[in-house]
Each structure stands twice: as structure tokens, then as C-alpha cells.
């Protein structure tokens, strides 16, 4: 039955609190599940940790929460490959490629995207940002979509240690001095501006940009790049 005392806050109050309550079910059958996967690397605490650091982490951030349990999920799930790769329980075979830029709401994506695209994952591409926005930009998702390329269910990402550090190379975007080095990690560094304050023309230019360096890079790495 309706409390018809109830103030519009503590409906508001109860519907938050139901919302964490369904999460918290999910992200326990996620740790569980990604503990199966990653138990011969980590134990359980460690991987119920990374869970909920993940959910943490992009909860801070996210715009909407519809999509946020199965992001943190996703995030969980490179962080501990990262982490496997890193402690050679896992054999990494593709080269492994790290974007980095300001809030993962772009370029990083962008660019991350595009090698995935023309290599069909024979090269393992990410992308971070220093300060995660909530969403990734509008006109970002419109220009990848007109390459065949769909960021609707992208989302930001931090830089998360792990994930950094299993990295072959990071090719950071115009942020070369805000990202700590890494023993063992090659680094470079692409001068492409913001997105912000840009228009789709503007965005589209930078989408091309990016696009030729990829492929550069691609076929540096001794791959083919498709279509």
C-alpha cells in the first residue's frame, strides 16, 4: 500500500536505495564469475576488489546509470586479463595498444576503436582517460557511426594501473606530460586537439586525422590494415 505521507525525496530515497540493493546482486554474480575465469591469477578478495573499485570508479562519473553494472563488469574483466597478462599467466600474443587522453570521450576512443576495426582485434586496442567525463561526446559517436564504427554503449574509462601497465604502448593525445611512465612500456604522443567547442565538420576532419595515424601505426606494427 502507498504511504500517502510520503514526500517526493523519500521515494526518491527509496528508489536509490533499491537501485545499489539490485546492483550490489549483480556485481556479486559478476565477481563470481570472474573469479572462475581469473582464479588461477588472483583470489576472490582481490577480484570482489576490482569489482567494486570498477563500479566505484565509473558510478563517480557515469551520466546515466542504465548501462553502469555491465560497464563496471566489462572494466573489471580487462583490468584482471591486464593484470594476468602482466603477471604471465595469460600468453598475449597481439601487440597491445593503450590511448590515452583528458576524459575518454573522444580521441582515445576514437582511435582505440579504429584499430580494432581495420585489424578485427588482431591488435588488443584500449583507451583512458585523466579525468573521465560522463558520456562520450555526441558528435564523436555521429562521426564513428558514419565510418561503421558504433560508440553508442561506449563509455569513459579511467587509467587504471593495471590495464596501463600490461601495455606494450601508450599513445597519449596531447597529455604526454601528465602520464607517468612505465618501465618496459614505449610511449608517444599525438598532438590532436579537443573535441570541445568543435563542430561536426571540425570532429569529422579530426576523425580522418586520426584514422591516418592509425592506419600508420597499424602497419608499424607489421599488420594489414582492412577497410
Given at each position: 500500500m502507498m504511504d500517502r505521507n510520503a514526500t517526493p525525496q523519500d521515494t526518491a530515497h527509496d528508489d536509490s536505495h533499491a537501485?545499489?540493493?539490485?546492483?550490489?546482486?549483480?556485481?556479486?554474480?559478476t565477481a563470481a564469475h570472474l573469479y572462475e575465469r581469473y582464479a588461477h591469477v588472483v583470489d576472490?578478495?582481490?577480484?570482489?576488489?576490482?569489482?567494486?573499485?570498477?563500479y566505484e570508479e565509473l558510478e563517480r562519473t557515469a551520466a546515466v546509470r542504465t548501462y553502469l553494472t555491465a560497464s563496471a563488469g566489462n572494466f573489471a574483466d580487462s583490468r584482471l586479463r591486464a593484470l594476468s597478462?602482466?603477471?604471465?599467466?595469460?600468453?598475449?600474443?597481439?601487440?597491445?595498444?593503450?590511448?590515452?587522453?583528458?576524459?575518454?570521450?573522444?580521441?582515445?576512443?576514437m582511435a582505440a576503436s579504429l584499430v580494432l576495426k581495420h585489424t578485427e582485434g588482431r591488435i588488443a586496442a584500449r583507451s583512458a582517460g585523466l579525468a573521465p567525463a560522463g558520456s562520450v561526446h555526441d558528435a564523436a559517436v555521429q562521426v564513428m557511426a558514419e565510418a561503421g564504427v558504433h560508440l553508442e554503449h561506449a563509455y569513459p574509462k579511467p587509467l587504471a594501473d593495471d590495464i596501463h601497465r600490461a601495455a606494450q604502448l601508450v599513445?597519449?593525445?596531447a597529455c604526454a606530460d601528465r602520464v607517468e611512465r612505465v618501465d618496459g612500456v614505449e610511449y608517444r604522443d599525438w598532438d590532436i586537439p579537443t573535441l570541445e567547442g568543435s563542430d561536426i565538420e571540425d570532429v569529422r576532419r579530426l576523425r580522418d586525422d586520426i584514422d591516418a595515424r592509425v592506419r600508420e601505426l597499424i602497419a608499424e606494427l607489421g599488420h594489414d590494415a582492412g577497410s
Open positions: 537501485s545499489r540493493a539490485l546492483d550490489r546482486n549483480v556485481l556479486a554474480r576472490r578478495e582481490t577480484v570482489e576488489r576490482v569489482v567494486q573499485e570498477s597478462i602482466a603477471r604471465g599467466a595469460i600468453e598475449a600474443r597481439n601487440p597491445r595498444v593503450l590511448f590515452v587522453d583528458d576524459e575518454n570521450a573522444g580521441r582515445s576512443q599513445v597519449t593525445l
